[in-house]
């Protein structure tokens, strides 16, 4: 059974940095797009930043220049480095892998179980 596990979260003050890591596990043949998505008390959840199996990446307008995402393949797992945090930044941050189970078969949307980061003095 696939498995998507975060880790990274915490409190930190503006301007601080965090690193978020998420490791997919399970049954995994291959996968495509892996991302970071976030989502504030009362507000909807929203892509952060995604990298596909090449390394191509897509950012969010409001983490540009501050958040850095990067993958290793090898161990399946996806990085966001957050910089420059804000207050703005304070949401549950959750990973999202699309998971092929065998060769030729679809790729399965599957998401972690979120990480709390809060940006705060």
């Known amino acids: 059974q696939v498995q998507l596990v975060e880790s990274g979260g915490g409190l930190v003050q503006p301007g601080g940095s965090l690193r978020l890591s998420c490791a997919a596990s399970g049954g995994i043949f291959s996968i495509n797009a892996m991302g970071w998505y976030r989502q504030a008390p009362g507000k909807q959840r929203e892509l952060v930043a995604a990298?596909?199996?090449?390394?191509?990446?897509n950012y969010a307008d409001s983490v540009k220049g501050r958040f850095t995402i990067s993958r290793d393949n090898a161990k399946n797992t996806v990085y966001l480095q957050m910089n420059s945090l804000k207050p703005e930044d304070t949401a549950a941050y959750y990973c999202?892998?699309?998971?092929?189970?065998?060769?030729?078969?679809?790729?399965?949307?599957?998401w972690g179980q979120g990480t709390q980061v809060t940006v705060s003095s």
């Open positions: 990298i596909t199996s090449g390394g191509s990446t």
């Open positions: 999202n892998a699309g998971i092929q189970y065998y060769s030729g078969g679809y790729y399965i949307a599957h």
